[in-house]
């Protein structure tokens, strides 16, 4: 699990039945798009998620958005 912005971070990651589920957020007050990579983007389906797990919108080629101070959850599952 690697990313390519150093303003953010990984708060927590949690295994709730078949999924990973992964908190991240932005600490440096700046907008900025980040890189997930690893092999385990290419083989799993990651969705953005709610904190109470409604699904917001599928995460394209790894790529993650966050506005300032941002949280963002995202859950990570197996391609089926």
Do not use: M, Q
Not at 16 to 21: D, P, T, V, W
Not at 23 to 50: A, M, P, Q
């Amino acid at each position: 699990l690697s990313w390519d912005r150093g303003n953010i971070a990984l708060s927590s990651a949690e295994r709730i039945g078949n999924e990973l589920i992964l908190r991240f957020y932005e600490y440096c007050g700046k907008r900025c798009e980040n890189h997930l990579s690893g092999d385990w983007v290419k083989n799993h389906e990651i969705h953005e998620i709610t904190p109470v797990g409604e699904v917001v919108s599928p995460v394209e080629n790894g790529i993650v958005s966050f506005a300032p101070f941002e949280i963002k959850t995202l859950a990570v599952t197996l391609k089926k």
